[in-house]
């Protein structure tokens, strides 16, 4: 087995999904109530996984209400979930015109750029989420991943560095991601610590991997 080959398959991608989004209170009988109606109901349709029935109610919110952030975003969410990234990335870009500081709305847009295989605007947008949110971590994970994938090395373990120190919700992925970026640099103590800390983490490693790793080791 090719370690390479192997490595490349363990660069993975954490897609980040928005589902639960807080709706704000609005007066009776308002434009803006109806709306939110609408969204609350959308939203629940997307949780439930009718997908379908979650664009028709968004829809009708932003019909009430072109400016309702959560509506584009969540029925961006849901075009990105069937596979129809080009109207995700419209509707997170509409959100985001409206809002341009929310980080959530960029790191989204970043999720539907990489699969549509625009990594340079998908590391854009992950770039510009950290900024307004530093404190990030699936954010760092998912640019980490695109840096491995892109032989930009050093910057995805700084990145996979900076999702585990803000423990990141699955710091094992993480830790795996690091340790296949430390193979490929060489740097392979690096790579068997980080498999190790998999380990406590009560995860398997790939024994293969392991193998590999021990024979560049001699241990």
Do not use: C
């Not at 990335?89 to 985001?96: H, V």
């Not at 919700?169 to 640099?185: E, I, P, T």
């Amino acid at each position: 087995m090719n370690p390479n080959s192997y490595l490349t398959i363990i660069i993975y991608y954490f897609i980040i999904s928005i589902y639960f989004v807080t709706i704000g209170n609005a007066s009776n009988g308002t434009s803006s109530e109806k709306s939110e109606k609408y969204t609350k109901s959308g939203i629940k349709y997307l949780n439930e996984g009718k997908y379908e029935e979650a664009i028709i109610e968004l829809g009708k919110a932003l019909k009430i209400n072109s400016k309702d952030i959560e509506a584009y975003l969540n029925r961006g969410i849901v075009y990105n979930l069937i596979g129809k990234q080009e109207l995700a990335i419209a509707d997170f870009t509409e959100a985001i015109k409206i809002n341009p500081k929310d980080a959530k709305l960029y790191s989204n847009r970043g999720v539907a750029y990489r699969q549509l295989g625009d990594l340079e605007k998908a590391i854009s947008d992950y770039t510009e989420a950290i900024k307004l949110n530093p404190k990030y971590p699936v954010v760092y994970g998912n640019r980490g991943a695109l840096y491995a994938n892109t032989g930009q090395l050093d910057l995805a373990i700084s990145d996979f560095t900076q999702a585990i120190k803000l423990n990141h919700k699955d710091l094992a992925g993480v830790y795996s991601n690091r340790a296949g970026v430390y193979y490929r640099k060489g740097e392979y103590e690096k790579a068997w610590q980080d498999v190790l800390r998999i380990q406590q983490l009560g995860y398997e490693v790939d024994p293969e991997f392991i193998e590999t790793l021990r024979k560049a080791l001699n241990k």
